[in-house]
């Protein structure tokens, strides 16, 4: 009697590399697909889907590789948990980025075996997924913040001044909400420029869009820092000095290739749950000016080790960046991140680690000894390339 199989997923712009990566599952045995409902892809990924449950429902078991299809009664990341205790699988598939401890736990506490494979496109057709296509029609960027993240806030540079760190990167993968990486900012955009940011003075057009986004009409009294539009608007690496004010009173920026190149070579992005709705990083913090004044010395140490492309003064500084921020706000490491701080810092070639924005989730940002060779044997990294700026 075949084994059952079972593989979980929204598949809300099925393509190629899905059916490819049915089609390896099957080879397991019988193959039944769990897919997010509409509320889950709503309350999980703050968007509605393209094609409601139903449709998609309709599509994934129509594929020849598929027994059955269900709609996942669950939520969250852990949406499949009813399904599976109603399938009742041998062995639980998933690709290599969207493997989880969370779900690797799942299976051993219920003996089912956890098989992880790397994506790899069917045999004459280019690798497909839903992130190209997706980058296809959106090329508005994203930000990384590499040191002093908080420092944005008066509430903290009342402390001490100091400076924060970004670099803008092109949207090469798939953009998470709720996963540090000014999201919230990048879907304000969007809301004005829906595809790309238009061609004017990146700083001016940063302050457009920090006042557009903080609208003094808005209702939740939250005021977002300004290093998001700032990492967002301004191309390539970029430092901003702050000093009690919600807007910065220096920005500096270095759009050396050599530099920029070498930042990309030395960092990657380790994908984790984003962070949960109700999350608050901010309780519990503790802000005092010795602790601020270390995550500002920590910041003028990244900026000098990335122009001088010290990668040991790099890695120091950007851990001596991220244990001022959690000193000040320990909130930033609660759920699922402990665990991925203690697989990745074991590596020998991560050479240190952060999450970007406020943390609670996303993803780690690690400094590696090599970012190409780290990605061949960890199918989950990303890889970042930096926005550069337009050549006139």
């Not at 949207?171 to 061609?199: A, H, Q, Y």
């Amino acid at each position: 009697m075949p084994k059952k199989v079972f593989v979980s997923g929204c598949y809300d712009l099925l393509h190629n590399g899905h059916v490819e990566f049915f089609r390896q599952a099957a080879e397991f045995g019988d193959l039944y697909v769990g897919i997010g409902s509409d509320a889950t892809v709503l309350h999980y990924k703050n968007h509605k889907t393209l094609y409601p449950e139903q449709e998609r429902l309709f599509m994934v078991k129509s594929i020849k590789y598929v027994k059955d299809a269900f709609i996942n009664q669950g939520d969250g990341v852990m949406d499949f948990i009813p399904t599976v205790e109603a399938v009742k699988p041998d062995i639980f598939v998933v690709n290599a980025d969207g493997s989880t401890p969370e779900k690797e736990r799942f299976c051993r506490e219920r003996g089912i075996e956890y098989v992880v494979l790397q994506r790899t496109p069917a045999e004459g057709l280019k690798a497909r997924s839903s992130t190209d296509i997706k980058a296809a029609t959106c090329e508005i960027p994203t930000r990384l913040d590499l040191a002093g993240t908080w420092i944005d806030q008066p509430y903290v540079s009342c402390f001490a001044p100091g400076w924060a760190i970004t670099i803008s990167l092109e949207p090469t993968f798939e953009v998470r909400d709720r996963c540090g990486l000014s999201t919230s900012t990048r879907n304000m955009i969007k809301k004005i420029w829906p595809v790309k940011l238009p061609d004017m003075d990146p700083e001016m057009l940063a302050k457009l869009v920090f006042c557009f986004e903080n609208d003094p009409e808005r209702s939740d009294g939250i005021i977002s820092g300004a290093q998001d539009s700032i990492g967002i608007c301004i191309p390539g690496l970029c430092r901003h000095y702050y000093d009690n004010h919600f807007w910065p009173d220096k920005i500096e920026t270095c759009y050396d290739e050599a530099v920029l190149n070498w930042l990309e070579q030395h960092l990657v992005m380790i994908p984790m749950e984003p962070r949960q709705p109700g999350c608050s990083v901010v309780e519990g913090k503790d802000i005092t000016m010795p602790k601020v004044k270390a995550l500002a010395k920590a910041a003028e140490d990244c900026w000098a080790a990335i122009l001088a492309r010290d990668l040991p003064a790099f890695a120091a500084a950007y851990k001596a960046s991220f244990d001022a921020q959690v000193a000040m706000f320990p909130a930033m490491i609660q759920g699922c991140v402990q665990g991925f701080i203690d697989k990745y810092s074991a590596l020998p070639d991560v050479l240190a680690w952060k999450m970007p924005g406020a943390g609670g989730g996303g993803y780690l940002a690690c400094v590696v000894s090599d970012a190409s060779s780290f990605s061949q044997t960890h199918a989950e990294a990303i890889r970042i390339t930096i926005r550069k700026p337009a050549k006139q």
